[in-house]
């Protein structure tokens, strides 16, 4: 008999070869190999690095740096959100995230006492029913 350990890295193999998994492999390292995404995620840290560096001076920081760093940030920010390659990988890991929360789900509903071959987790924090099938990821 196989231990619980056992099966659940029978499991994870398992997940590694859903349709969900390898999507959101090569959606990151399509956004990976995408050098300009890359640049604006260096220039995000580089912002993000400015803003903390000027916050840590407490009462002798200077403002107006301050909402200039974090304008620059929410500018830059949302391009990075606007990119397609992101779009896609963003969309990737929710749908990834949404069967991980599922499975999961499940194993807790086990644990819990219920018939793992019936039950059906609910979807955290969306009120979707937890038919995850055509999710998007719950927020």
């Known amino acids: 008999m196989q ?3 056992q099966l659940t890295r029978t499991l994870a193999a398992a997940l590694q070869l859903t349709p969900e998994y390898t999507a959101w492999v090569a959606a990151r390292e399509t956004n990976d190999a995408d050098e300009a995404l890359g ?3 260096h ?3 580089l ?3 400015q803003y903390s560096h000027e916050a840590a001076k407490g009462d002798h920081a200077d403002e107006a740096a301050m909402d200039r760093y974090n304008e620059a940030f929410q500018a830059l920010y949302n391009e990075v959100m606007e990119n397609e390659n ?3 990988y963003q969309a990737a890991a929710g749908r990834m995230e949404a069967l991980l929360q599922r499975v999961t789900g499940i194993l807790a509903g086990a644990a819990q006492g219920e018939d793992p ?3 059906e987790p609910q ?3 969306c009120g979707c029913g937890g038919d995850c099938g055509g999710c998007k990821g719950c927020s």
């Open 47 to 49: 912002l993000r690095m």
């Open 86 to 88: 992101m779009q896609a």
């Open 39 to 41: 640049e604006m995620m």
């Open 117 to 119: 071959a019936t039950y």
């Open 43 to 45: 220039r995000l840290e």
């Open 3 to 5: 231990t619980v350990e």
């Open 123 to 125: 979807a955290a924090g």
